[in-house]
Nanobody
Framework: VQLQASGGGLVQAGGSLRLSCASS????????TGWFRQAPGKEREFVAA????????YYADSVKGRFTIARDNAKNTVYLQMSSLKPEDTAVYYC?????????????????WGQGTQVTVSS
């Protein structure tokens, strides 16, 4: 599974962005997918995850109610819709996939990483 993230950019606080992560692998539909982020000087942290079937989702407390993870298995793509963005959301965002489950992905057990996409939120 190869993952290609896109959609990052510069946005003002309160604005929205949608990140996309496209997979070139044929097994995308059997993998849980998610997003992590890493701010300057900080460790990479979990943001959101969705099960392979799409029925189970997890969110970090810091983004709950503002971010939504969605996936389109027909397009082999996972999305992260980000709203009400805050300066503290500024980070490099990475998509990830796990062949085990969305809960293990949330715990940081990742089989595949995509390259990062920069999100910068100005105050």
């Amino acid at each position: 599974v190869q993952l290609q993230a896109s959609g990052g950019g510069l946005v003002q606080a309160g604005g929205s962005l949608r990140l996309s992560c496209a997979s070139s692998g044929r097994t995308f539909g059997t993998h849980a997918t998610g997003w992590f982020r890493q701010a300057p000087g900080k460790e990479r942290e979990f943001v959101a995850a969705r099960s392979s079937g799409g029925g189970i989702t997890y969110y970090a407390d810091s983004v709950k109610g503002r971010f939504t993870i969605a996936r389109d298995n027909a397009k082999n793509t996972v999305y992260l819709q980000m709203s009400s963005l805050k300066p503290e959301d500024t980070a490099v965002y990475y998509c990830a996939a796990s062949g085990v489950s969305s809960s293990t992905l949330r715990a940081g057990v990742v089989d595949y990483w995509g390259q990062g996409t920069q999100v910068t939120v100005s105050s």
